[in-house]
């Protein structure tokens, strides 16, 4: 069982910055596969950024070079880097732990309770 908290979110003008942080506890979190998902209102979820146990990452081609994702395993933590923000990546955004690569929500076990974006035009 693993527990995933987010934070970091909160209001930016675009172009600015935020970093997510999401702390895991539980068992064995250098194990999983870490990914962050984002889900507007009235829109399904969708993946945002991904790191496997090995530290490798995979992103959307909508973030891709803007978001950076990473991992600490000594602090259980993973974090998500987010710059040049623009008005479309308001979003709330999730943390998840699965124990495989994926883009898709249901490759993904455990989930967090999501921490609020808000981007300004």
């Known amino acids: 069982q693993v527990q995933l908290v987010e934070s970091g979110g909160g209001l930016v003008q675009a172009g600015g910055s935020l970093r997510l942080s999401c702390a895991a506890s539980?068992?064995?979190?250098?194990?999983?596969?870490m990914g962050w998902f984002r889900q507007a209102p009235g829109k399904e979820r969708e993946f945002v950024a991904g790191?496997?146990?090995?530290?490798?990452?995979f992103y959307a081609g909508s973030v891709k070079g803007r978001f950076t994702i990473s991992r600490d395993n000594a602090k259980n933590t993973v974090y998500l880097q987010m710059n040049s923000l623009k008005p479309e990546d308001t979003s709330d955004y999730y943390c998840?732990?699965?124990?495989?690569?994926?883009?898709?929500?249901?490759?993904?076990?455990?989930w967090g309770q999501g921490t609020q974006v808000t981007v300004s035009s």
């Open positions: 539980g068992r064995a979190f250098s194990a999983y596969t």
């Open positions: 790191i496997t146990p090995s530290a490798g990452t």
């Open positions: 998840a732990a699965g124990p495989a690569i994926g883009v898709r929500p249901d490759t993904y076990n455990y």
